[in-house]
């Protein structure tokens, strides 16, 4: 019997610290007017300091294991869509893993762009299909603010920061996430890009007087773009669903531009009504905006079960990517629920404790590895340094010359000399 992937639990977290767009115009050329009739943006949440990707999406992930009534030590998976992760390893993912308690699940990032929603949920709707996982929580969280230019006014003026996330549960049921439609074009990847930080232009003092570092877009293009593929996708991944477009109860769509959006829906010939829409409120929260707007339209009474959903994104890479999505469960009653989150709330608790106390524990035995070994030492016997940087001599195989050199392809080593050489060269020798 085949399993289904049903959503049965969803949250949300955006920061307390709002952003107008008459504060922004106060910081660049720029006006309320302006940004509104271009993007329909009004304002957007901003981080503080200590507000970070996987903090946001910490809190978004507990509150829909709340909904979900699912303990964390039975989550089988985790995926993380987002372009501002914690750190460049390891991947957010894991440490929102260790935050949860959540002991037996794989974890891991995905980055496409303002789609990396689309994307994770795909991935993750799969591998519960094909069996390999019950359960999976998909997240969308960004700081967008660490990467936006704050003096360039084409760009500053668009996006927010926040998380949204999804638990994913597989079930015998028909309905749940029906289709996927993914897509890419690379060669309009300079569309949109943060140049710097990268192994091709690691950071340096030039790369940062340049500021390389921050987000670079071709608004124009990627408008056209974004016009281009949106209803199309959403098109697609509704006949693969086999539902036509007048079954769509409700289209959640990225919240980048109010004209976007409004494109996208005259293509699919919806009533507005069907159309959600929050982003005069966070901006553009890239891979956060579809999870968000989600849990607000249940919030808001919007979702029923049976209903069919359709997300649909677009972003950097260039990508996009649409899901039809069966509503499937009832959404539960919230007051149900205190008895619930109490208890959910000691044990996040006691994983935090134990997280800290895994910690100390490392750094001890770390510690400890580090000291001499209490044992005679005997005088007779040259001691011989061991360097943990430089690989143990290896003879065979003739993948080491006598100095003890190692390189990890014995086809670029001259054997004799034990220096690198031309391949192209020697083949032709």
Same mark, same amino acid.
């Given at each position: ?93 894991? =440490? /929102?893993?260790? &935050?949860? *308690?959540? #002991? ?7 980055? +496409?762009?303002?789609?990396? $929603? ?73 569309? =949109? /890009?943060?140049? &710097?930080? *990268?192994? #091709? ?7 940062? +007087?340049?500021?390389?570092? $921050? ?74 905006? /579809?999870?968000? &707007? ?16 359709? $997300? ?118």
């Amino acid at each position: 019997m085949g399993f289904y992937a049903h959503i049965v639990g969803w949250g949300m977290y955006v920061p307390q610290n709002v952003v107008s767009n008459n504060d922004l115009a106060n910081k660049v050329d720029t006006s309320d007017a302006w940004i509104r009739s271009r993007t329909g943006i009004q304002e957007r949440r901003i981080a503080s300091e200590k507000e970070t990707t996987a903090s946001m999406a910490i809190y978004a992930a507990k509150e829909a294991l709340d909904r979900a009534r699912i303990h964390p030590t039975d989550v089988d998976l985790i995926i993380v869509a987002t372009l501002t992760p914690e750190h460049i390893m390891p991947a957010t993912a894991c =440490l /929102i893993q260790d &935050a949860l *308690g959540a #002991k037996h699940a794989g974890a891991f990032d995905l980055s +496409a762009g303002c789609t990396g $929603f689309v994307y994770a949920l795909s991935v993750a709707s799969g591998m519960i299909r094909a069996g390999n996982a019950k359960v999976a929580i998909v997240i969308g969280s960004e700081t967008m603010s660490r990467i936006v230019d704050w003096e360039d006014r084409s760009t500053c003026v668009l996006f927010g920061d926040g998380a949204g996330a999804v638990v994913l549960q597989a079930s015998s049921e028909p309905g749940g996430v029906l289709s996927t439609v993914l897509g890419s074009d690379g060669a309009g990847g300079n569309h =949109l /890009i943060v140049p &710097a930080g *990268g192994s #091709k232009l690691p950071t340096n003092i030039q790369t940062i +007087a340049e500021r390389q570092h $921050f987000m670079k877009m071709n608004g124009p293009e990627v408008f056209r773009f974004a016009t281009r593929v949106m209803g199309r996708a959403a098109k697609e991944a509704c006949e693969q669903a086999n539902i036509d477009l007048g079954e769509i109860d409700l289209f959640v769509p990225h919240q980048a531009n109010t004209r976007i959006i409004k494109s996208a829906t005259k293509y699919l010939k919806l009533e507005e009504a069907k159309v959600y829409e929050n982003l005069h409120k966070y901006g553009n929260t890239s891979s956060a905006s /579809i999870p968000i &707007a989600l849990y607000e339209a249940i919030v808001e009474g919007r979702v029923k079960e049976k209903d069919n959903l359709v $997300f649909v994104g677009f972003g950097a890479g260039l990508t996009w990517g649409a899901t039809v999505v069966q509503w499937g469960i009832p959404v539960p009653d919230q007051e149900r629920q205190k008895w619930y989150r109490a208890i959910r709330t000691l044990y996040y608790r006691w994983a935090g404790f134990t997280s800290k106390i895994g910690w100390l524990l490392l750094r001890l035995e770390s510690y400890l590895a580090r000291r001499p070994a209490l044992l005679p030492i005997d005088e007779d016997t040259p001691s011989q340094p061991i360097s943990p940087l430089v690989p143990p001599s290896i003879s065979s195989n003739g993948r080491n010359g006598d100095n003890g050199s190692y390189h990890p392809n014995p086809d670029l080593v001259d054997i004799e000399s034990s220096e690198p050489v031309d391949s192209a060269k020697k083949n032709l020798n």
